[in-house]
């Protein structure tokens, strides 16, 4: 038996394109940060050698471990964190930062797949249920206070995974129903939002009045429905008032355009807009974008960088990063699919539904299409820890796989 059976070599060749890929715009956004970056690289490929040197068991038995290490180094942010853009969810070490909410999302994926393929899980128990909800939102909380919103956003990716394995759909209806009755709510008069709601309501009474038992529990469950999504309605408007300056025009520039805040939240949006739509169809060429290599766009080498790719290598180059992105998380969730083991099915899920959720969310905020959170894209943003702890990730289901697929059971 070759070696290399069991390996996935077009997983593999996507990891690698998007990484190099990566480190050539970092680079030429700032030749020093890409030098770094390719030194990331290089350890984060290390690393992922010493993965797959592991036994496989290993992330199973010591799955507890790792969640508890992970939560401890966020709990630790709160008397030893460093400051960075107004959130202290980083780690200064000497002249390298991380951030250890990167790696706490490796421990969650890794308990949440121990648990999720022991023998007496299911989510129809509600013990199964609430220690499983357990391992996610402590975690969360703990984001929640420091407060980094946009890492809190992506602890959302574990309920596909739970979809998968059980969870039934309507706590994703219900989690929908909310956001959109909370954002609609910050541009249209909460009492319009209220008669809305309210006619929804008479229409799903309307074409289900025969189906529904009538019965003094029934009327009370609408009203109550009713009263609680108008309360998030009025809600609305006076969380945005109490959010700070700079998260409250974030939100705005949705609704009112980043020309609003041309100055200062929509400073980012507007030049990221301005260097994607300049770049064409076939860019203006490599360390040749006007916008890019003007630095005019904060945070460009790591939060914006996808502006870079836009701006230099246009919409085919965008494109094809867009569809490279697509068939590595495609390719993913595939390979979890055909896996023997529910642990590695849970983990493989885990790690693909937090590629998409960073994916989408970074893809949205570069082109307006969601508020500035600061979420990385994958493999692609400048930062040690982001890629390592990505790639560590990645290592770890690729060594799943490859030792699944040389199984015998």
Request: proline letters at 3%; glycine letters at 10%.
């Amino acid at each position: 038996m070759k070696w290399t059976e069991g390996l996935d070599k077009l997983s593999i060749f996507l990891y690698l394109a998007i990484s190099l890929f990566a480190v050539a715009n970092i680079y030429s956004v700032d030749e020093g940060l890409g030098k770094k970056q390719f030194v990331f690289f290089c350890i984060s490929l290390a690393v992922g050698l010493m993965i797959f040197l592991t036994r496989t068991k290993f992330f199973e038995n010591f799955a507890g471990i790792i969640y508890v290490f992970g939560v401890l180094l966020l709990i630790g942010l709160f008397p030893f964190g460093t400051e960075i853009l107004g959130q202290k969810n980083w780690y200064r070490i000497g002249g390298f930062t991380m951030q250890p909410v990167e790696f706490a999302k490796i421990g969650v994926a890794l308990l949440l797949s121990n648990y999720v393929s022991g023998p007496e899980f299911d989510l129809k128990i509600r013990k199964s249920l609430l220690n499983t909800l357990a391992i996610i939102i402590v975690p969360a909380i703990v984001v929640l206070a420091i407060p980094d919103v946009g890492s809190l956003l992506v602890f959302t990716a574990f309920f596909i995974a739970l979809f998968r394995e059980g969870l039934n759909g309507w706590v994703f209806g219900v989690g929908g129903i909310l956001a959109a009755v909370f954002l609609i709510s910050l541009a249209v008069d909460p009492l319009y939002v209220m008669i809305g709601i309210a006619l929804v309501i008479a229409l799903v009474v309307l074409f289900n009045f025969q189906r529904i038992h009538w019965n003094i529990m029934s009327v009370l469950s609408f009203v109550g429905v009713f009263l609680f999504l108008s309360g998030i309605a009025f809600a609305g408007p006076k969380i945005l008032e109490k959010m700070p300056k700079h998260q409250r025009e974030r939100i705005e520039v949705l609704y009112k355009g980043e020309k609003a805040f041309r100055d200062t939240s929509g400073y980012n949006l507007l030049y990221s807009k301005t260097a994607i739509g300049s770049g064409g169809f076939f860019g203006k060429g490599y360390q040749e974008g006007s916008v890019t290599q003007g630095k005019f766009v904060p945070e460009q080498e790591t939060d914006y960088i996808f502006c870079t790719v836009g701006e230099e290598w246009g919409f085919f180059g965008a494109a094809m990063l867009v569809i490279f992105y697509a068939l590595f998380i495609g390719r993913i969730y595939y390979l979890s699919e055909q896996q023997k083991s529910a642990f590695n099915r849970v983990f493989g899920y885990c790690f693909a539904s937090i590629l998409l959720m960073h994916f989408s969310i970074n893809l949205g905020m570069v082109m307006g299409l969601f508020p500035t959170v600061g979420i990385p894209l994958p493999y692609f943003s400048y930062g040690g820890s982001s890629l390592l702890a990505f790639s560590i990730m990645t290592f770890i289901f690729f060594k799943l796989n490859y030792t699944d697929k040389n199984s015998l059971v």
